[in-house]
């Protein structure tokens, strides 16, 4: 083949590590940039990804999508299950509590995982995390209290987590920002399905084993799930070793004290404990006051609000210490830049609205209020999961042609809150299916068509070597407000549905207020609609969801003037210089709005001076084009 400079628009491309020629040559383009003071696991998936082929690379998405297809139907089969599992223990009112935990845990755990995946690579950092998945399958398996349900939550949710952001590291290490949103909805795309499946999975279990079984089976299902995905990867990484062009490790040849040092400034240990401690200990107070004798004033809950105080204030001294925190939890230049501020602030009220509405107590409502089955109530829950992600899809689709995130994020913003307004529309006894769903439809697409293009502005504001923990702060943050909005819907819960029904109850029911309050089966199914006590027991929960509902819609409020404030970043202008084979490729054309990412540099003498240097023209499909638009 003969070389040749390939120009178009008024830019040279060029391509290094020259494959041969094919349809999909000019898609998974390849890039040289490496920052000299890249950590070792962002170095070594740049080498693998130099080893990529087109498909490898293929059957790596391939890999990555079988793996989220198999924890998507897990998470919407084992959601429906969390009621019976805490009903069981005679504990149904604690399900906030047990959302809490793993809320907390949800939050913390992304950015060590991101860390992690950077100081000692990807492929090790998946197999860590689907580990401690299958560990927290077997232990709430396993469990007979809801203690040791709650404590399962610490490996499940931590594994369950560490997979959510590893998958989005995957997508952004592979991927152009142009192209970035489209893929990162691959993980999501599962839901469509899963959505009417695993309603449909849970009732069977019910009826043919116990829930103990909805979450054993897969802790055999998930590692078989993974093996495709850990086969690639560690085949691309052998493959790089012997092209030798992966980094040295840095423990190489160190002492034991050498690297446990290193681990505790790389993944910020004592930061970690500090946000960890704060969280905790300020939200589990609001679940689980009612049930402690002296409420408030118990010397527990004190104890505990008290050092939560002292944790959440000693916090961000921590971390803007460059002695103590020298690789902070929350990167310091990171987190000053505007986008970055305002899209955080946003995630943490969007996920802290839903966790106020939608989940955890919608199911209940539903199986009580409304007389929904296990199947109905779970169908019309998830409906807000598959217009989430259709609507994530199809924004994406706009997002790739326009180059423009924000005017999405705005849009996502006004029809969530409006959702939202549906749901306390439509919140009265015997209200219609169809209004029920259209309120989730509602929902469902404005959450979509706000998280994925706010999550991309958020990459956007960084390089490649700080796209890990871009993305490991921006879901730290939502998964935060999840915490918060499930501490206050659990306080609510907690001290409004007892009140309320010692309240309506008939003076003969009024002794099985407790009983009532801590099992979602009795509650639903014990008295016919119509009877005295159903009326009564309807009327406690739809007053409690009126005052969910009310938060929830006054939290979401603020999402639209805050969504003013991101920079509108020129997507097809900007290059975060990221190392291999990636999809997209770079497609900087010049300077982009955006002074806080890296942009192409490639000046137009550079341009004409590299006609003189081969290069490789490649054959342009309607893929290619697709990609380039």
């Known amino acids: 083949m003969t070389d040749e400079t390939h120009l178009e628009e008024g830019r040279t491309e060029k391509i290094s590590h020259v494959a041969p020629a094919s349809e999909l040559d000019d898609v998974f383009k390849l890039s040289d940039t490496v920052a000299p003071d890249t950590q070792y ?6 080498a693998v990804s130099t080893a990529w082929t087109k498909w490898s690379l293929i059957a790596a998405y391939i890999g990555l999508y079988l793996m989220a297809y198999t924890t998507s139907l897990e998470q919407q089969t084992t959601n429906l ?10 504990a149904h009112s604690l399900i906030s509590t047990v959302t809490v935990v793993q809320s907390v845990v949800n939050a913390v755990i992304k950015p060590p995982m991101g860390k992690l995946a950077d100081v000692f690579g990807r492929f090790e950092t998946f197999c860590l995390a689907v580990f401690l998945y299958t560990i927290g399958y077997i232990q709430q398996a396993g469990s007979n209290n809801v203690k040791t349900y709650a404590s399962a939550q610490i490996f499940y949710s931590a594994g369950s987590q560490g997979l959510q952001v590893l998958q989005q590291i995957f997508v952004a290490d592979t991927t152009d920002l142009l192209n970035r949103a489209l893929f990162a909805t691959i993980p999501d795309i599962p839901f469509l399905i899963n959505v009417w499946v695993g309603p ?6 019910l009826k043919t084993s116990t829930w103990r079984w909805g979450y054993g089976l897969w802790a055999i299902v998930l590692p078989i799930a993974f093996s495709p995905l850990a086969i690639t990867l560690f085949l691309n990484g052998r493959k790089a070793k012997k092209m030798d062009i992966l980094p040295p490790s840095p423990f190489k040849g160190q002492s034991v004290w050498y690297v446990l040092k290193c681990l505790w400034f790389e993944l910020d240990f004592f930061g970690l404990l500090l946000l960890s401690a704060a969280v905790a200990l300020i939200l589990l107070p609001l679940t689980l006051a009612s049930r402690q004798s002296g409420g408030w004033q118990n010397e527990s809950i004190v104890a505990m609000l008290v050092i939560g105080g002292v944790c959440i204030v000693a916090f961000p001294f921590w971390e803007r210490s460059k002695t103590l925190a020298p690789r902070a939890f929350f990167p310091r230049d990171l987190i000053k830049k505007r986008t970055v501020a305002v899209g955080v602030t946003m995630a943490f009220f969007y996920f802290m609205a839903y966790y106020l509405s939608v989940y955890p107590y919608f199911n209940s409502y539903l199986l009580v209020v409304q007389g929904k089955s296990v199947v109905a109530a779970g169908h019309i829950t998830q409906t807000f999961t598959f217009s989430s992600t259709v609507s994530a899809v199809v924004v994406s689709l706009f997002i790739k042609k326009t180059g ?4 999405f994020v705005t849009l ?3 029809i969530y809150l409006m959702g939202l307004g549906l749901m306390f529309h439509y919140r009265a006894e015997g209200v219609s299916t169809g209004a029920l769903v259209g309120a989730q439809i509602a929902t469902g697409i404005g959450g979509g068509a706000l998280n994925i293009p706010l999550q991309l502005g958020v990459q956007a504001s960084a390089s490649h070597q700080e796209v890990a923990a871009a993305t490991a702060v921006f879901l730290t943050v939502l998964e935060i407000g999840g ?3 499930s501490a206050i819907s659990g306080a609510i819960w907690s001290n409004s549905i007892p009140t309320k029904l010692e309240r309506y109850l008939p003076p003969e029911t009024k002794g099985q207020a407790q009983a009532i309050y801590g099992n979602v089966n009795l509650a639903s199914a014990g008295w016919p609609m119509g009877s005295p006590e159903r009326i009564a027991i309807n009327r406690a929960y739809q007053e409690t969801m009126h005052t969910l509902l009310t938060v929830a819609v006054c939290v979401a409020a603020p999402l639209i003037p805050l969504s003013f404030f991101l920079k509108n970043y020129d997507l097809k202008k900007m290059d975060q210089k990221v190392k291999g084979r990636v999809i997209g490729g770079s497609m900087a054309g010049g300077h982009g709005e955006n002074e806080e990412c890296q942009t192409s540099s ?3 003498s550079e341009a004409v001076a590299a006609r003189d240097e081969p290069t490789l023209t490649v054959r342009r499909s309607w893929i290619s084009r697709f990609l380039r638009r």
């Open 41 to 46: 696991g962002v170095q070594r998936i740049e």
């Open 81 to 90: 299950l969390t009621m019976f599992a805490t009903s069981s223990f005679s």
């Open 200 to 205: 449909e999975v849970a009732q069977s279990i």
């Open 404 to 407: 423009h995130y924000k005017y």
């Open 412 to 414: 996502g913003a006004c």
């Open 483 to 485: 915490a918060v909005g």
């Open 602 to 604: 490639e000046s137009p």
